[in-house]
């Protein structure tokens, strides 16, 4: 199990941030992702893994005035 935006989420092995991505069906241009504090680079996407117990945030960015 892990937390998404402070919802748990059945975790599976070999789970990337692209995974999760694509399962949540997140499409936004601009997505910010972090694993327990941390940033995550867009290109590390496919290659980060996510671990049972870990707390993912997925924070979309907007323009605003």
């Not at 599976?12 to 941030?17: N, P, R």
């Not at 999760?20 to 327990?36: A, E, F, M, Q, R």
Request: charged residues 25%; aromatic residues 8%.
């Amino acid at each position: 199990m892990i937390k998404v935006n402070n919802r748990d989420m059945e975790w599976f092995e070999g789970m990337t941030v692209q995974a999760l991505l694509d399962k949540c069906k997140y499409t936004y241009p601009s997505l910010v992702v972090s694993i327990n504090g941390k940033v995550v680079l867009k290109e590390k996407y496919p290659s980060t893994m996510i671990n049972d117990g870990d707390d993912v945030k997925v924070i979309h960015m907007m323009a605003g005035g």
